[in-house]
């Protein structure tokens, strides 16, 4: 009678391991040029920017900071006052239940100060500023307009990038601004809509000695921070843009990836910083 030797267990297939190293090392690679090539244009630009004077088309920045600015306010605005309402639709369980009605204003105040304007101005920043500007550079880069620019002798890192970089910094610290008030504001208005707390009772919560300046700067400062990001991506997907239009589509894809992961990832170390 014959028996039958059991099976050794399948190894596994080497062809599929080494595809997939193949696969971990070139994306490994691709992030490092992406995040060398960035470094690179970010010492290009603050080269730029520390000359005395510095060089810098100034007619270019005062057009991008209206363009990204003035024209940004109406949906931080939206977005800043939804936000304060949103902070006290969810402390109003908590609030009834113990009758910490005095605390309303700091612990709205808190939150949207430190983190939640910060973080959901960049994020609307990120999403019309930055792609709007990587689309733009792109579209120049894949028409040749960049080339041109080279060929008469115009930098276009001094003409195009710099301004637009210094512009969208700009941009997110001043919506930052308009966002902490207007969240305030909302949620004042929600507090006493919802809760029938006084104005007046919630501001006085708000600067009642529970929240303190380092609060507020602590906000503005991650707003620099991730405007720094939010540019930095922006320009450089936009002119190493290649493959025509298709390209642009790629690097305004990119653009928005990078910059909303780079985002939360500066919030959380920065986070440590301004405690």
């Known amino acids: 009678m014959s028996t039958i030797a059991p099976q050794a267990p399948a190894a596994a297939e080497p ?26 244009l970010l010492a290009q630009i603050a080269r730029r920017l520390v000359a005395v004077p510095p060089v810098i088309d100034y007619p270019e920045l005062r057009r991008n ?59 609307m920043i990120s999403g019309r500023v930055g792609a709007n500007n990587t689309a733009e550079l792109g579209t120049m880069v894949v028409t040749e307009q960049i080339d041109a620019l080279r060929v008469l002798a115009i930098d276009p890192i001094s003409f195009l990038v710099a301004p637009r970089f210094v512009a969208i910094v700009a941009t997110l ?9 207007l969240a305030l504001f909302g949620a004042a208005c929600a507090g006493y809509g919802l ?11 708000l600067t009642g000695g529970l929240l303190y300046f380092g609060d507020v700067a602590g906000g503005l400062f991650k707003s620099v921070a991730f405007g720094l990001v939010i540019a930095l991506s922006s320009c450089h997907f936009g002119i190493t843009t290649t493959g025509g239009a298709p390209g642009v589509g790629r690097s305004v894809n990119a653009t928005v990836v990078a910059s909303a992961a780079g985002v939360f990832i500066l919030d959380y170390f920065v986070s440590f910083v301004v405690g």
């Not at 062809?15 to 992406?34: D, I, K, M, P, W």
């Not at 304060?84 to 612990?107: D, F, H, M, N, S």
């Not at 610290?173 to 008030?181: N, V």
């Open 173 to 181: 610290f001043l919506m930052t601004l308009y966002a902490d008030a």
């Open 195 to 205: 809760l029938q707390i006084e104005p007046q009772s919630f501001f006085n919560g």
């Open 65 to 123: 900071m209206h363009k990204m600015t003035v024209k940004s306010l109406p949906i931080v605005v939206i977005t800043a006052l939804f936000t304060g309402a949103i902070t006290v639709i969810q402390a109003a369980p908590i609030v009834k239940r113990y009758g910490a009605e005095g605390l309303l204003g700091w612990a709205s105040g808190f939150a949207t100060l430190r983190e939640i304007a910060p973080l959901l101005t960049a994020l």
């Open 15 to 40: 062809g599929r391991v080494e595809a997939t190293a193949q696969a971990a090392g070139a994306a490994f690679l691709s992030l490092a040029r992406t995040i060398g090539a960035a470094a690179l």
